[in-house]
């Protein structure tokens, strides 16, 4: 297969898919006051091909912040494109549009990938989808977008979650997941006072979870919403943890990027060395492919945030693109088969 990237810091989709002919799936990445027209744009432009898109930076060896982006997958590529709508309220309500599609490509476990964008209400998306893609053992990655809108074949949605299945003909694919942080001494917690539909985690081991986390790092109210770029919380999900980002306080609660429950593990973790981390990453798909055709990844704000705070992101997109054709989303939240996590990476190679 083989992936193309076009870009227009501008805005100016023309610029961007002037090196695009012929392609089997197109996703659009867009700003928030030139989306819609970008939409209507693409589908005039490549009428029938499968496409989804989303409000959000995107890149290759340069972010594009405000402008537009698109990546198109050719030559060898069998692609489906569709919703889930009302995602908020019943997502499993339109299942059998996904089981049509996995079925229409073949989808088979080696060959087969899942990309979405979401508008929200990630958790609960990410379980309807993966209860399909799981009889067949298909990967997912993905992420949420920006304004509560997403688009799929040159229509746009709210509250849903456009969705790719695209199936590699020339070779294998494989979704990775990046974590740059670690478990911070002994801090564990159960949570408890939450509120799931808010996001909000009231307290840790009891106590009021501001007063727990200015007290263990030693920061005042305003610093808390940019010391998670450091240390954020971690929910434990077997072997594995996923991110929890703080997004605000309020009152004597947290308010998270994503949902927290009574009664769930908590730890703080610390940010590691994400130079080693991303090295690590890169020979990991190296010893996993001879050859890559292309990488399609999405990075959290927050990942893109502290990356440019460091001068290092530059050098992370230089890095990645050695792998081999690379291109991405900045996401508000990233998603790995069905888990929705914060301040992570996750990416799909294709060989």
């Given at each position: 297969?083989k992936q193309?990237f076009?870009k227009?810091?501008?805005?100016?989709?023309?610029?961007a898919?002037?090196g695009?002919s012929r392609p089997q799936?197109l996703m659009l990445?867009s700003?928030?006051?030139?989306?819609?027209?970008?939409?209507k744009?693409?589908?005039e432009l490549?009428?029938?091909?499968p496409?989804?898109?989303?409000?959000?930076m995107?890149?290759?060896s340069?972010v594009?912040e405000k402008?537009?982006?698109?990546?198109?997958?050719?030559e060898?590529v069998?692609a489906?494109?569709?919703?889930?709508?009302?995602?908020?309220?019943?997502p499993v309500?339109y299942?059998d549009r996904?089981?049509k599609?996995?079925?229409s490509?073949?989808?088979a476990?080696?060959?087969?990938v899942?990309?979405?964008?979401c508008a929200g209400?990630?958790?609960?998306?990410?379980?309807?989808i993966y209860?399909?893609?799981?009889r067949?053992?298909?990967s997912l990655?993905?992420?949420?977008?920006d304004?509560?809108?997403?688009?799929?074949?040159?229509r746009i949605?709210?509250?849903a979650?456009?969705?790719?299945?695209?199936?590699?003909?020339?070779?294998?694919?494989?979704a990775y997941?990046?974590?740059?942080?670690?478990q911070?001494?002994?801090?564990?917690?159960?949570?408890?006072?939450t509120d799931?539909?808010n996001?909000v985690?009231?307290?840790l081991?009891?106590?009021?979870?501001k007063?727990v986390?200015?007290?263990i790092l030693?920061?005042t109210?305003?610093?808390?919403?940019?010391r998670?770029f450091?240390?954020?919380f971690g929910k434990l999900n077997g072997?594995?943890?996923?991110?929890?980002?703080?997004?605000?306080?309020?009152?004597?609660s947290l308010?998270?990027?994503?949902?927290?429950?009574?009664s769930d593990?908590l730890v703080?973790?610390e940010?590691?060395?994400?130079?080693?981390?991303?090295?690590?990453?890169?020979?990991?798909?190296?010893?996993?492919?001879?050859k890559?055709s292309?990488v399609?990844?999405?990075?959290c704000l927050?990942r893109?945030?502290l990356f440019?705070q460091n001068?290092y992101m530059?050098?992370?997109?230089?890095?990645?693109?050695?792998?081999?054709?690379h291109?991405g989303?900045?996401?508000y939240?990233?998603?790995?088969?069905?888990r929705f996590?914060?301040?992570?990476m996750?990416?799909?190679v294709f060989?």
């Amino acid at each position: 297969m083989k992936q193309i990237f076009g870009k227009s810091q501008s805005g100016n989709l023309q610029e961007a898919v002037r090196g695009i002919s012929r392609p089997q799936l197109l996703m659009l990445f867009s700003n928030s006051e030139q989306f819609e027209r970008h939409v209507k744009e693409l589908e005039e432009l490549y009428p029938n091909v499968p496409s989804i898109g989303c409000i959000g930076m995107c890149y290759d060896s340069a972010v594009v912040e405000k402008g537009v982006g698109v990546v198109a997958f050719t030559e060898g590529v069998i692609a489906a494109a569709n919703v889930l709508e009302q995602v908020s309220v019943m997502p499993v309500r339109y299942i059998d549009r996904l089981v049509k599609d996995v079925n229409s490509v073949k989808a088979a476990q080696n060959d087969t990938v899942c990309i979405d964008f979401c508008a929200g209400n990630d958790a609960c998306v990410l379980t309807t989808i993966y209860s399909v893609l799981k009889r067949k053992n298909i990967s997912l990655v993905g992420g949420t977008g920006d304004g509560g809108k997403v688009s799929a074949n040159g229509r746009i949605y709210e509250d849903a979650v456009a969705y790719a299945i695209v199936k590699n003909q020339g070779g294998r694919v494989k979704a990775y997941k990046e974590n740059i942080y670690h478990q911070m001494e002994n801090h564990r917690f159960i949570a408890s006072r939450t509120d799931k539909a808010n996001y909000v985690l009231g307290a840790l081991n009891g106590r009021p979870a501001k007063q727990v986390y200015q007290e263990i790092l030693h920061v005042t109210e305003q610093e808390i919403t940019t010391r998670t770029f450091q240390n954020p919380f971690g929910k434990l999900n077997g072997d594995d943890t996923c991110i929890i980002s703080i997004k605000e306080v309020k009152g004597d609660s947290l308010v998270c990027f994503r949902q927290v429950n009574d009664s769930d593990v908590l730890v703080l973790l610390e940010l590691g060395d994400y130079r080693e981390t991303v090295r690590n990453t890169i020979q990991t798909i190296r010893q996993d492919f001879s050859k890559v055709s292309a990488v399609f990844s999405v990075n959290c704000l927050f990942r893109y945030l502290l990356f440019t705070q460091n001068h290092y992101m530059q050098e992370y997109l230089k890095d990645m693109e050695k792998l081999g054709n690379h291109a991405g989303l900045v996401g508000y939240g990233e998603h790995y088969n069905n888990r929705f996590v914060n301040q992570s990476m996750t990416c799909v190679v294709f060989e």
